[in-house]
């Protein structure tokens, strides 16, 4: 299914024009408009979802299939020595299209992409606890 008002489905279906890089009948990938170093790709799959728990896991499995051939053509187009996988899902984690993609962001040593990343440290207990909730979940 797509979304009429989705920016992404738009991209996805040609409605909206966009720097293609690759298509088939799951994915579409694409240049970000807004680069965070050069060759910023999305991968974005062709049905609307709006964030990644709510992909059914094989369609999930089939756009994480198109994710290693990109990744490797980015980098070497690029000229880059890394690469970045990104995916935000939700207001709180920064994503601002509802419509699920993987930023691939090919990475230079001292390019100006600079990540926050406050690691911090669990009191005593609350990590077992942690990963005793998640796993009561699965
Ligand atoms: P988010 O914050 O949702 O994870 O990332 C959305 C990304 O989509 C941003 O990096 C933004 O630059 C990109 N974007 C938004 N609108 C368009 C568009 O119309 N065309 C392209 N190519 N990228 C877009
Ligand atoms: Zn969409």
């Not at 060759?39 to 990644?52: A, D, M, S």
């Not at 993987?102 to 690691?119: C, M």
Request: charged fraction near 20%; include cysteine.
């Amino acid at each position: 299914m797509t979304d009429p008002n989705c920016i992404f489905c738009k991209i996805a279906s040609g409605q909206i024009p966009s720097a293609c890089v690759f298509q088939d009948e799951t994915a579409f990938a694409f240049l970000d408009i807004g680069p965070l170093a050069e060759g910023h790709v999305l991968l974005i799959p062709r049905e609307h979802y709006q964030t990644l728990d709510q992909m059914p896991p094989d369609v999930a499995g089939r756009l994480l299939g198109r994710l290693p051939a990109l990744v490797k053509a980015a980098v070497e187009a690029a000229g880059a020595e890394g690469v970045n996988v990104l995916q935000n899902n939700g207001k709180a984690a920064s994503q601002e299209v509802p419509h699920v993609h993987f930023h691939v962001i090919p990475r230079r040593a001292g390019d100006a992409f600079r990540f926050n990343w406050p690691a911090s440290k669990y009191p005593p207990g609350r990590m077992e606890e942690l990963a005793k909730a998640i796993r009561e979940k699965l």
